[in-house]
């Protein structure tokens, strides 16, 4: 069955983490969707392995051509569902790239269909692409995302790792914590211990920011923080979420500032949220020494000691 061209193009929006985005969505006229995730937006349904309403390439193209400019950083592929289950992906990625010029090609995928030869195939082709990795226990991951029968985590975190090792592009990782199931400290070990062998650009910890289809919550940004603590010092976390981000106005000394940053690289609005003005004003000696610079990640910038991007530049 076709889709209607309907909704197809979105945006642009201007995205913290990914510049001028331009939306194009796989699926406009209903969800089709792999996983029904707890804290999803869209309305609770039944999961699919498949699309049933497909929208034409020729469609997707013509509507990008009249919306797709210069100012666009990245067309991001995405959906009322999953992307990936869009049957003629390697395909439209292939067009895509014909018109796109210097703009980048972007996916937001659940990852699940990676252990699919043709989408792993495809997704190689892209510019960037995000993966989420809510949970790897099986039971927490099929009490988060709810996945469709045929979806085993075990060999989804396979492929994961296999794509990580190959793909060219730029790899983004998401992990979206739902209060009392995915955040607990023995998960976020099992988390942290594939991501340990996970190659990517950067990893962003979020939470639930709009209203969820099922009656759960999100956590504090506070607890974020306090989350991505419990990640090894050399993964690259980022806290991507500011729902709930009450500033917490602590002191920290000279030292706290180059151990915290140490551990884990913060942006503006992290301290911004996380110290006290005398803990910013030291900061910003230590910005002015030399001891603390700035480092870009995509379209991020962190705060970190000298020292440490000394060691990560001798381990690239």
């Not at 993964?235 to 709930?244: E, F, K, T």
Request: hydrophobic share 40%.
């Amino acid at each position: 069955m076709s889709a209607a061209k309907n909704n197809i193009i979105f945006g642009p929006i201007n995205s913290r983490r990914f510049g001028m985005s331009l939306g194009v969505d796989l699926s406009p006229d209903a969800k089709q969707c792999n996983f029904d995730c707890l804290y999803c937006e869209l309305a609770p349904m039944l999961t699919v392995d498949a699309q049933s309403i497909v929208v034409e390439i020729k469609t997707i193209i013509n509507e990008l051509k009249k919306h797709l400019s210069e100012k666009i950083d990245v067309i991001t592929l995405t959906a009322n569902g999953e992307p990936t289950l869009y049957p003629k992906l390697s395909e439209l990625i292939d067009e895509i790239d014909k018109i796109k010029k210097q703009t980048q090609t972007l996916i937001l995928t659940n990852s699940a269909t990676l252990i699919e030869k043709k989408v792993f195939e495809a997704l190689l082709k892209l510019d960037q692409v995000k993966l989420s990795l809510d949970a790897v226990s099986p039971d927490i991951f099929k009490k988060i995302d709810r996945p469709h029968e045929s979806i085993k985590i075990e060999e989804v975190v396979s492929k994961v790792l296999e794509f990580s090792k190959i793909y060219k592009g730029k790899l983004f990782i998401e992990i979206l914590f739902v209060h009392g199931i995915n955040d607990t400290k023995d998960e976020i070990e099992k988390l942290n211990d594939v991501l340990l062998k996970v190659e990517c650009e950067r990893i962003d910890l979020g939470t639930i920011d709009r209203p969820p289809a099922y009656p759960v919550m999100g956590i504090s940004y506070k607890e974020l923080f306090e989350a991505s603590q419990l990640f090894g010092s050399t993964l690259p976390i980022h806290i991507a979420s500011r729902v709930h981000a009450e500033p917490n106005n602590a002191y920290y000394s000279d030292e706290d500032i180059i151990n915290t940053l140490d551990k884990r690289p913060l942006t503006q609005e992290d301290i911004n949220l996380l110290f006290d003005k005398p803990s910013v004003e030291g900061l910003n000696r230590l910005i002015a020494s030399g001891e603390v610079v700035k480092k870009s990640v995509g379209k991020l910038e962190f705060l970190v000691p000298q020292e440490n991007k000394k060691r990560k530049l001798k381990k690239s």
